[in-house]
């Protein structure tokens, strides 16, 4: 007579293949923050409408038009499309991964552009300053423009982890 209280005898396959969770925690992250940055770029847009006088500002500063309106544009774009990848990894579907590789690569393209853009810009707003205040702002803008890059630089980190060996044999 078999024992009721012991488990019952099944076949289990003990060398499941199990999930890596860096794919469900870069999609976490990245859809958490792409929706933070889809809310800055219409809350930006909304102000540029409802106080004109931010753009005059802007434009002041030594920014364009064009550059105001279409960083915010770009950043509602990139918003989506990293809400695409975020949903895309969190279901373990290897499109997520591919699409951050080329999301990591349009923004580097993107930061090189933004610094050089913004150095050629204050370069031109620090030649209208008197040269004690000249040299105090530039000191400021050279971190400023620094800090463009670390954000490519964690995004390349993550790449480095998305692309693992077994990081994507974990994806379908």
Do not use: C
Not at 113 to 138: H, I
């Amino acid at each position: 007579m078999s024992n009721p209280y012991a488990p019952p005898d099944a076949n289990v396959d003990t060398q499941q293949r199990s999930r890596s969770a860096i794919p469900k925690v870069i999609g976490i992250i990245s859809l958490v923050l792409a929706v933070l940055g889809l809310l800055g770029a219409i809350a930006g847009i909304a102000m540029l409408q409802l106080k004109p006088q931010l753009m005059e500002t802007q434009m002041q500063m030594g920014f364009s038009k064009n550059y105001i309106l279409g960083s915010n544009f770009l950043s509602i774009l990139t918003s989506l499309w990293a809400i695409f990848i975020g949903v895309k990894l969190i279901k373990y579907q290897d499109i997520g991964r591919r699409h951050f590789n080329y999301y990591t690569v349009l923004m580097i393209v993107f930061s090189v552009f933004a610094f050089f853009y913004t150095r050629s810009m204050m370069e031109n707003a620090f030649a209208s300053m008197k040269p004690e205040m000249a040299r105090a702002v530039q000191d400021i803008s050279t971190l400023s423009s620094a800090s463009i890059f670390i954000g490519p630089v964690i995004m390349i980190i993550v790449a480095l982890l998305l692309n693992q060996k077994r990081v994507r044999e974990s994806l379908d």
